[in-house]
């Protein structure tokens, strides 16, 4: 992405969710290790929102390692903490961007309205842009006029082509023309920006659906659903992914806002419950704010 995912990058937008790791740091400081200590920990966790089938389970491991280490003080659980999130989000083994190279990849972004999903569109159209990829944006929500219009808006910002169909017209049938268009054009990543209104649900999700099928049509071009989540949503946001992961068959998350929340575990709770990587983080509003999830330097920013 536009960056790449430094520890140091990632601890100030970590900001918020890394100051209860600290504090706790600071309380562990000089002390046994003791039952106390374990409370604390998992009250830390609980708090960030990992959730409490994973803490259970992260807590368990890390009392293991703990043992075998030998670990007496307080102090010395800190690194084991870093290597247990570290290890437990490695068992999430792809967390590439997937394209198909010689022809146009499609990549379809979806989730509900407001999570970020325009703006992270245009934050990777941006970035591929600029990597001297041929890029097409595509507003696929025709319900919302304001939907493709921000798109619009973010195409003439970062000198990137938009597509939009009629207000009121057929989502698939959009994708279709886009998919035409991009073949003609020599595009060589679609960026398909879908609707996100939930008071409909079904229908919502049979139009993604639709556009599945339109995008199926041409065979290979789609790479990646990535399904677009809040971070400060936290744990309530896990129940609507699910029915986007049952609906479209997601291949990726991309966790917004993770810059304006101390919700910083949910990446452990969407990877362990979803069961799908996290593949992008949102770290702030501009083009640039977009980073590749890497497992080591999240660790390391939050508890390292
Ligand atoms: P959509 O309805 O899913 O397309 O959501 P939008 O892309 O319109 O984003 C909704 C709001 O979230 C906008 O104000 C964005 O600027 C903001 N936003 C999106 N991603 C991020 C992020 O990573 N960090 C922050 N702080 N704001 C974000």
Do not use: Y
Request: glycine share 8%.
């Amino acid at each position: 992405m536009s960056r790449s995912a430094s520890d140091s990058d990632l601890d100030e937008p970590l900001g918020r969710s890394r100051a209860p790791f600290r504090r706790l740091r600071e309380r562990w400081h000089a002390r046994h290790l003791d039952e106390e200590t374990w409370d604390d920990l998992e009250e830390t966790l609980l708090l960030a929102d990992v959730g409490m089938p994973t803490t259970t389970r992260l807590l368990d491991a890390l009392r293991d390692r703990a043992r075998h280490a030998g670990i007496r003080d307080a102090d010395d659980l800190a690194p084991l903490l870093e290597a247990e999130i570290t290890d437990e989000l490695a068992e999430q083994p792809d967390r590439v961007l997937h394209t198909n190279p010689g022809q146009a990849s499609v990549w379809l972004l979806v989730g509900v309205n407001g999570v970020g999903k325009t703006t992270t569109a245009a934050k990777l159209a941006d970035a591929h842009q600029k990597r001297g990829e041929r890029v097409l944006l595509v507003a696929a929500d025709t319900f919302r006029a304001a939907a493709a219009d921000q798109l619009e808006s973010w195409g003439d910002r970062i000198g990137v082509a938009v597509l939009r169909g009629q207000e009121g017209g057929d989502p698939a049938s959009v994708v279709f023309d886009a998919l035409q268009a991009a073949g003609a054009r020599g595009v060589d990543l679609v960026l398909v920006d879908t609707a996100g209104r939930m008071h409909t649900k079904r229908n919502l999700m049979e139009e993604l659906k639709k556009i599945r099928r339109v995008v199926e049509r041409f065979p290979e071009a789609l790479t990646e659903v990535l399904l677009v989540l809040d971070a400060t949503t936290g744990q309530n946001g896990l129940v609507q992914a699910r029915e986007f992961t049952d609906a479209v068959g997601v291949t990726g998350v991309a966790l917004t806002k993770l810059d304006g929340t101390a919700k910083g575990g949910i990446v452990l709770a969407v990877e362990a419950e979803l069961g799908v990587p996290v593949k992008l983080i949102g770290v702030g509003e501009s083009a640039a704010d977009l980073v590749a999830f890497d497992p080591a330097a999240f660790a390391a920013a939050l508890v390292g």
